[in-house]
């Protein structure tokens, strides 16, 4: 089996989950036996062609996944959205010449970014469209379409599951969303979860971390650790307002904050007004090593978010063995089991984030009993070949319906 995948993001760009969801399911893919060329823009450099991931694949796996990079046509566009439109013209091209050569069984998009192209040659080549859908601008926005950006990419949200042969959600949660908001069938609608590798996480047994953990807090502090982008839907300006409370009850408490966003320097002006001083660490931008690293020397990982289609972040905390506190929304809720996996709080509350910190902080030989079921977990349900073959369950589906349909 053949597919041609299209993604906004592929590392060395990568933005939020969707670029690291694409990079994990590609080997896995390849070892279920499928074939994946993958179409991304090139924003962050790297190779124009480049056969990855050969050295994870043994006996019985698909060839190699290759990434085509294809310069992007943003430089001039007015505006956000316009970038998009015209990078997509540049990547249906290039996905043209991909699909003469032919064998292709289906095209698998990743959210609206790519659906032009997606669409296009979908309608081209007479191809099957699969469109995973990873977060909406409705409910990035709590349902509120402000504006003439908002309202166009929310149309092409709803362009793409429409035109899609069927559509793919990260939780139920998700799926409950795309069903409401774009009226799409519940009966073409499947849920396969995000997942995590616990490798990177595991290379560290064993390994003392102290030199390093001293870079970010003294040897008596303990860690309340954030990563991830650093916007108003992910809910860091919660945790800022909550550490004068946490500090009262907890002198010993510092909060580490990595990943960069658009409330980043709102969120460092709100802590100098608190007076936390050298009690909030907002690091900006860290790299993969050093975020693995910190979520193994960090005391509790907290992710108070208002809107979380799935939550990555914390299945990497749950990796890791790292206690979690999260928002009880979205897919997090189906994530985290609240006192077995991890703590779960109201969202939007400062109250409730505060008692779930200082609960786990408190109670430590409860926070490593859930901290060890949460491993547990990630690794029977979220391991990225089990979610490969759920994925390539899907392709199947739709290459067998296609043979008894006219276009």
């Given at each position: 089996m053949k597919i041609l995948m299209l993604s906004w993001e592929f590392p060395p760009h990568n933005v939020g989950?969707?670029?690291?969801?694409?990079?994990?399911?590609?080997?896995?893919?390849?070892?279920?036996?499928?074939?994946?060329?993958?179409?991304?823009p090139r924003w962050a450099g790297g190779m124009g062609e480049e056969v990855l991931f050969a050295s994870e694949l043994g006996p019985g796996s698909a060839a190699a996944p290759t990434v085509h990079r294809v310069e992007p046509m943003a430089a001039d566009a007015a505006d956000f959205f316009t970038g998009a439109w015209r990078t997509n013209v540049a990547i249906e091209n290039h996905g043209r010449a991909l699909l003469e050569r032919g064998?292709?069984?289906?095209?698998?998009?990743?959210?609206?970014?790519?659906?032009?192209?997606?669409?296009?040659?979908?309608?081209?080549?007479?191809?099957?469209?699969?469109?995973?859908?990873?977060?909406?601008?409705?409910?990035?926005?709590?349902?509120?379409?402000?504006?003439?950006?908002?309202?166009a990419i929310h149309n092409v949200e709803w362009w793409l599951t429409y035109e899609a042969w069927r559509v793919i959600a990260c939780s139920g949660y998700m799926a409950r969303e795309i069903a409401n908001v774009f009226h799409t069938p519940w009966?073409?609608?499947?849920?396969?979860?995000?997942?995590?590798?616990?490798?990177?996480?595991?290379?560290?047994?064993?390994?003392?971390l102290v030199e390093f953990r001293r870079r970010y807090a003294l040897d008596s502090e303990e860690i309340i650790f954030y990563v991830g982008r650093v916007v108003h839907e992910k809910?860091?300006?919660l945790l800022v307002e909550a550490m004068p409370r946490i500090?009262?009850?907890r002198p010993s408490a510092k909060l580490v904050v990595a990943g960069t966003g658009?409330?980043?320097?709102?969120?460092?002006?709100?802590?100098?007004?608190?007076?936390?001083?050298?009690?909030?660490?907002?690091?900006?931008?860290?790299?993969?090593?050093?975020?693995?690293?910190?979520?193994?020397?960090?005391?509790?990982?907290?992710?108070?978010s208002l809107y979380e289609p799935f939550g990555i972040v914390a299945l990497e905390a749950m990796a890791a063995c790292t206690p979690v506190v999260v928002a009880d929304v979205g897919?997090?809720?189906?994530?985290?089991?609240?006192?077995e996996t991890g703590i779960t709080i109201y969202p939007d509350s400062v109250d409730s984030l505060v008692w779930g910190v200082l609960h786990t902080l408190e109670h430590p030989e409860w926070a490593r009993q859930r901290a060890e079921n949460a491993?547990?977990?990630?690794?029977?349900?979220?391991?990225?070949?089990?979610?490969?073959?759920?994925?390539?369950?899907?392709?199947?589906?739709?290459?067998?319906?296609?043979?008894?349909?006219?276009?």
């Amino acid at each position: 089996m053949k597919i041609l995948m299209l993604s906004w993001e592929f590392p060395p760009h990568n933005v939020g989950g969707l670029g690291k969801h694409v990079t994990e399911l590609l080997p896995a893919l390849a070892r279920a036996g499928v074939e994946v060329q993958l179409l991304t823009p090139r924003w962050a450099g790297g190779m124009g062609e480049e056969v990855l991931f050969a050295s994870e694949l043994g006996p019985g796996s698909a060839a190699a996944p290759t990434v085509h990079r294809v310069e992007p046509m943003a430089a001039d566009a007015a505006d956000f959205f316009t970038g998009a439109w015209r990078t997509n013209v540049a990547i249906e091209n290039h996905g043209r010449a991909l699909l003469e050569r032919g064998g292709y069984d289906l095209i698998h998009a990743h959210d609206w970014l790519v659906a032009f192209s997606a669409i296009a040659l979908k309608h081209a080549y007479k191809i099957p469209l699969l469109a995973t859908i990873h977060a909406t601008e409705w409910g990035r926005n709590r349902g509120y379409l402000g504006g003439e950006m908002p309202r166009a990419i929310h149309n092409v949200e709803w362009w793409l599951t429409y035109e899609a042969w069927r559509v793919i959600a990260c939780s139920g949660y998700m799926a409950r969303e795309i069903a409401n908001v774009f009226h799409t069938p519940w009966d073409k609608i499947d849920v396969v979860p995000n997942g995590v590798d616990t490798a990177p996480f595991e290379a560290y047994d064993g390994q003392d971390l102290v030199e390093f953990r001293r870079r970010y807090a003294l040897d008596s502090e303990e860690i309340i650790f954030y990563v991830g982008r650093v916007v108003h839907e992910k809910g860091v300006h919660l945790l800022v307002e909550a550490m004068p409370r946490i500090l009262a009850a907890r002198p010993s408490a510092k909060l580490v904050v990595a990943g960069t966003g658009g409330a980043l320097d709102a969120a460092r002006r709100r802590a100098d007004e608190l007076g936390l001083g050298g009690k909030a660490l907002l690091t900006g931008f860290i790299p993969d090593d050093d975020r693995n690293r910190l979520f193994r020397v960090a005391d509790v990982a907290v992710f108070p978010s208002l809107y979380e289609p799935f939550g990555i972040v914390a299945l990497e905390a749950m990796a890791a063995c790292t206690p979690v506190v999260v928002a009880d929304v979205g897919g997090l809720s189906e994530v985290v089991q609240n006192h077995e996996t991890g703590i779960t709080i109201y969202p939007d509350s400062v109250d409730s984030l505060v008692w779930g910190v200082l609960h786990t902080l408190e109670h430590p030989e409860w926070a490593r009993q859930r901290a060890e079921n949460a491993y547990r977990t990630v690794r029977e349900r979220f391991n990225w070949d089990t979610i490969a073959q759920s994925t390539k369950a899907i392709y199947e589906r739709i290459v067998e319906e296609r043979t008894h349909a006219v276009w």
